[in-house]
């Protein structure tokens, strides 16, 4: 299927024409990417850009516009909506989206919201004359519990509005595509419109926003369309007397940027000072990218200095495999090179994926990648040495069956596991001068994984010093840095750390007398 695109190819300008609200200011022609968007009737639709590119205002506003848009009532004259507002967290929901919801909708002139869960706005306008009413209820949800999640998906909405959507699975986007269009009832006209909006700021490269929004096409009366706002500066060369320094790069105000009129003197300028590359990049030049919110499990890794272009196997050293079992099964697959070295040269990651598929899968990129070596060994985790309780073999046996040499490693204690990735990144190898570790530029995921993908979550206390949590956070990262975890344990790293005992089991020796700053 195709989709109609404009500059960039993205959408061409949308069928309807802007409504405007009495008495508020809801005018975004200055903004030329939000008042398309606006205007934009498609069924879903994204909204990515900068932050303070106004478009948490504009998701608000539209709110408030499509309310006014509702064909009203014939028993009544009054044009009645319901209105969904999500956001991940309770906390965030009230400093970010009340927030703006408030300066907009104040409570002094559209009455007063509901406070305790679900925090409800309901705003009613009687008919006067031939002006029709407006009966808008907006239930703000926040989805970290369970109880909310199972009180979204019984809504009966005319539309929705999800902020901040790349904090949220998509699951929760296709759950509301059944929500709304349910209200108002035949009886009172029924939804004029119904649909879903959202906005966030740039995401990484692996997100659903960045496939359905860059890479996947939609036609039809429901496609889903995506707007991409300019970013608040663009790259310069460092020459240039009017740039700034930022993460590393040089930096100018983009002309093109939306929202400039709103903000204060040299807003985007003062977010260049102080911050990391992936920061600047993605909340002030509105790329995508992926950004570490957490304290990364390898410091040590340099995708600079670790990662080469179209790293090529050795001939005559064995393959080795490391590997996560579940069902988003991941494999790493690296030689340890006579000098000490290694070098990661492909990766398979799946998702919702049983062992008997992976399996199929490892022994396919064997094959394509790899056909002359046949001595492969697969390292994994001792927890596959649980038997299945319906097929009764445990995964290595099953890995076996399909001629795969796999043997768990010593242990799957996660600092010992840590250290083992540690070592070859710390260490010179005297022929070149170059790292212990080498990672081909097309293992994408471990390399986002290995750069902060994987990492220990900040923990909200106060003081002078950052703290995190002592156990990684588990995201789509963890699985594959798992996997380069046992590769490395596996194939020799840290062995000195632990020995199996006389029954086959691991037991730590050294591990609890190390010293692990990073884990804060």
């Given amino acids: 299927m195709a989709r109609k695109k404009g500059a960039k190819g993205r959408n061409t300008e949308p069928r309807n024409e802007p409504v405007r609200a009495e008495g508020l200011n809801l005018d975004f022609s200055a903004a030329p990417t939000i008042s398309r968007f606006l205007r934009d009737n498609s069924f879903v639709r994204g909204l990515v850009g900068p932050v303070g590119s106004g478009k948490s205002y504009a998701c608000a506003a539209e709110v408030f516009l499509r309310a006014l848009a509702q064909e009203p009532s014939p028993r009544d004259n009054v044009r009645y909506t319901r209105c969904a507002v999500i956001r991940n967290t309770y906390p965030e929901l009230r400093t970010t989206v009340l927030k703006t919801w408030g300066e907009i909708f104040p409570e002094d002139v559209f009455g007063n919201m509901r406070w305790s869960p679900p925090i409800t706005h309901h705003i009613k306008l009687p008919a006067k004359d031939d002006i029709p009413g407006v009966d808008l209820e907006v239930i703000f949800l926040a ?6 999640i199972r009180r979204l998906l019984s809504l009966e909405l005319t539309f929705a509005w999800v902020s901040e959507c790349r904090e949220l699975p998509k699951a929760v986007i296709d759950g509301l595509t059944a929500r709304v269009g349910r209200y108002p009832t035949k009886r009172d ?21 960045y496939h359905l929004a860059e890479q996947s096409t939609m036609d039809g009366p429901f496609a889903w369309r995506f707007w991409r706002q300019p970013g608040g500066i663009t790259e310069a060369p460092a020459e240039d007397p009017a740039s700034i320094e930022g993460g590393g790069k040089h ?32 909340y002030a030049a509105g790329q995508y990218v992926y ?28 393959i080795q495999i490391g590997m996560d079992f579940g069902l988003t099964p991941a494999a790493v697959f690296g030689q340890r090179l006579p000098n000490g070295r290694w070098q990661i040269l492909s990766e398979v990651v799946a998702f919702d994926m049983g062992l008997q598929r992976f399996g199929t899968s ?40 399909i001629g795969l040499r796999a043997q768990p490693t010593s242990t799957n204690d996660m600092k010992v596991r840590r250290e083992a990735g540690a070592a070859p990144m710390t260490r010179r190898i005297p022929d070149d001068g170059k790292p212990g570790l080498l990672v081909d530029k097309r293992c994408a995921r471990l390399r986002k994984a290995l750069n902060g993908g994987f990492h220990f979550k900040r923990l909200n206390v106060s003081g002078e010093t950052e703290r995190f949590r002592d156990v990684p956070n588990k995201n789509i990262h963890s699985h594959v840095a798992d996997a380069f975890g046992y590769l490395m344990l596996g194939g020799g790293e840290f062995r000195r750390l632990t020995v199996p005992s006389s029954i086959g089991q691991p037991t730590r020796q050294m591990a609890a007398n190390l010293d692990f700053n990073v884990f804060g």
């Fill in 251 to 282: 930096w100018l105000v983009n002309s093109r940027a939306e929202n400039l009129g709103n903000l204060p003197p040299g807003y985007y300028i003062q977010q260049l000072q102080g911050k990391k590359l992936d920061w600047v990049q993605c």
């Fill in 143 to 148: 989805l970290d519990q369970p109880k909310d």
């Fill in 362 to 401: 490892i022994q396919s990129e064997l094959a394509v990648r790899f056909p002359r070596h046949k001595n492969t060994l697969v390292w994994g985790d001792p927890a596959g040495l649980a038997r299945d309780p319906i097929y009764e073999r445990t995964a290595f046996d099953f890995l076996r069956t």
């Fill in 291 to 318: 950004v570490s919110e957490g304290q990364p499990v390898w410091p040590e890794y340099s995708d600079t200095d670790m990662s080469i272009a179209d790293l090529e196997p050795w001939p005559d050293l064995p």
């Fill in 189 to 209: 006209s029924g939804p004029t419109w119904r649909g879903v909006w959202m906005e966030t700021n740039p995401c990484d490269s692996d997100h659903w926003f």
